[in-house]
């Protein structure tokens, strides 16, 4: 737990600042209504006070009726109002708390939501996504409950606690410090639990992270799972994290299981002085009315048995406090990706992109790119192969700022990508990937998800270019059909040619393809190739293969090994220089074999 940090209750006031002024209305109608709900007892003992005191010198007569029954209906018309009044007010303060809570939950989590996004793919490299989805779902959900419920009991009770210490002292001093003798015991005792279930909690939040993340991997791995006949091997798995997290809840609850009992005895002393030495007040009828005596024997009880709620009220606080962090440090978390100030609109045609003495590793291990100098000509199509590992998919990474050199610069058109505005720059590439990710929803809306307002018409012709149109209009609902999470319902190759269209439709001036035929048949290919030939033509085009027979006709060919270019030139030219490329070649054309 990291020290340093401000206390989270302060820093969910310093979050709702713009919920300051909400916040304080609904205090006030709790206040309002726990007043109202403290009158009845006060009511009890005026009517005691009317009925043995004899007509004209009660406290009522001061009033204006003489008569006992004038009093009391006078008394009745009052209890009426402050009953209604009570009832208003927990309408009101229910209505407001619950308002606020939702908002705020709404809120805190599109803020988390937003900063998750922004953060750059380093970052996500060292948390687990299910850690990310408990953040974003279950603590959120943890902080609504307890400003739903838990804060307005806490300031009701402190509300109790003030107005029957001002009442008991006006009718009685010298019983109501009995009354009160408890309630410094009972804060300290309070304050003592919270301190150490604090970390407690933290715990629990952190273990249910952990279990979700585990979750949320094996599900997005059940293929794996099952053909590696893993089932129990991960029921297993789970469970020992499930343990992980019964544990934990486990010292908590029992710290805070043991806050309501010990509460009672302190409270057991507190009544039981005010019953008995208030008691003898009363008979001796010199200093305590009968009535004034039946007052705080029912107050006294209003005073002290809401404490045993502080338990369970303190208990939601905790773990209320513990999720606010984990949220809260999620929304303060910086990006190490910042876009820049100036914005950038490349027309077709042009995108000159430059490497210039870049250098970049993803960790300690070394330099993935290592002093790269290279040259990408606007409006042409430049191919990028090697050996895998060889930092080809990085250089797609770098383009679009998913991580930033160590050493050196990358420019677009003379411009410092750290110094483009990332939506521009992000606006200007479209990218298709090896690794295509399709959104569950229809075919029509993973095509328009770069163009959400496209016309049909525009849809579909980006679907023909890409040659998608012909397999999506023979499925069971055309372009309507859902694609299931992840796209599981269509195959690799038509994954990859509804990647193209959407990539078409959004119609950008630089096209990276990142090895985009990777994953299919010859002939799946064969149809791909023809529809990324298309789409290239007068676009400044990057090319990451393995399979060389999707380059042949580049501009120029780069071949990329080690984090260095060791060669350049056309496909022709690269052949008869028998080097890295040539070596390539025969090894996919099966000359290598036959040698």
Do not use: C
Request: no cysteine; proline share 4%; glycine share 8%.
């Amino acid at each position: 737990m990291d020290d340093s940090r401000p206390a989270p209750l302060r820093r969910l006031w310093h979050y709702g600042g713009p919920y300051r002024r909400r916040t304080v209305v609904a205090t006030v109608y709790s206040v309002l209504n726990k007043l109202f709900d403290l009158a009845p007892p006060l009511l009890i003992g005026l009517a005691v006070d009317i009925v043995v005191t004899e007509e004209g010198n009660s406290w009522m007569a001061s009033l204006g009726p003489d008569s006992q029954r004038g009093q009391l209906v006078t008394l009745a018309f009052i209890s009426f109002a402050i009953w209604v009044l009570e009832s208003l007010f927990e309408f009101l303060y229910r209505v407001a708390w619950r308002n606020l809570a939702q908002d705020i939950e709404h809120d805190l989590r599109l803020d988390a939501y937003r900063t998750t996004q922004q953060l750059d793919h380093r970052w996500f490299e060292s948390r687990s996504t299910g850690d990310l989805l408990a953040a974003l779902n279950d603590d959120v959900n943890q902080l609504e409950r307890f400003l739903d419920i838990g804060a307005s009991e806490l300031i009701q009770v402190t509300t109790t606690v003030i107005t029957i210490s001002a009442v008991f002292f006006v009718l009685a001093p010298t019983v109501a410090w009995w009354s009160l003798l408890p309630i410094p015991f009972i804060l300290w005792g309070s304050i003592w639990f919270q301190r150490k279930l604090e970390p407690r909690y933290a715990e629990v939040r952190n273990q249910a992270g952990f279990l979700n993340g585990q979750l949320t991997n094996n599900l997005l791995g059940i293929s794996t799972i099952k053909s590696f006949v893993a089932e129990e091997r991960e029921v297993d798995r789970i469970a020992a994290e499930s343990d992980n997290y019964r544990e934990a809840n486990r010292r908590a609850i029992t710290l805070s299981s043991a806050f309501t009992p010990l509460i009672r005895m302190a409270i057991l002393v507190g009544f039981t002085g005010t019953l008995i030495f208030g008691g003898f007040l009363a008979i001796e009828g010199t200093s305590l009315s009968v009535g004034a005596y039946s007052v705080m024997v029912y107050l006294t009880q209003r005073l002290l048995w809401p404490l045993t709620r502080l338990g369970e009220t303190f208990d939601q606080y905790q773990r209320a406090m513990a999720s606010t962090n984990r949220v809260l440090d999620l929304v303060d978390t910086d990006t190490a990706i910042v876009s820049g100030p100036e914005p950038i609109v490349v027309a077709r045609g042009d995108g000159h992109l430059r490497f210039e003495g870049v250098t970049f590793a993803y960790d300690e291990a070394g330099p993935v790119i290592d002093d790269l100098t290279l040259d990408i000509p606007p409006g042409a199509t430049t191919a990028i192969v090697g050996p895998t590992g060889g930092g080809k998919s990085t250089l797609i990474k770098l383009l679009l700022r998913f991580y930033d050199p160590d050493e050196g610069r990358i420019t677009l058109e003379g411009w410092d990508l750290q110094d483009l505005d990332l939506g521009s720059l992000r606006a200007a590439s479209g990218l298709v990937s090896q690794d295509v990710y399709l959104f569950h929803g229809s075919v029509r809306a993973n095509i328009a998800y770069g163009k959400p307002y496209a016309t049909e018409d525009e849809i579909v012709a980006a679907a023909k270019v890409a040659e998608a149109h012909d397999f999506v209009t023979s499925l069971p609902d055309g372009y309507d059909t859902v694609v299931g999470e992840r796209g599981q319902k269509l195959s690799g190759g038509q994954r990859q040619r509804v990647s193209i269209a959407r990539a078409v439709l959004k119609d950008p001036p630089i096209l990276l393809l990142d090895e985009a035929t990777s994953a299919v048949d010859n002939e799946t290919e064969a149809s791909i190739q023809r529809s990324l030939e298309r789409i290239s033509q007068g676009r400044t085009t990057i090319v990451i293969a393995h399979r060389l027979s999707t380059i042949r006709r580049a501009d120029i060919i780069h071949v990329l090994s080690n984090g260095r270019i060791v060669e350049s030139g056309v496909h022709d030219d690269l052949v008869a220089l028998d080097g890295a490329y040539a070596a390539l070649w025969r090894v996919q054309t099966g000359e290598a074999l036959r040698h």
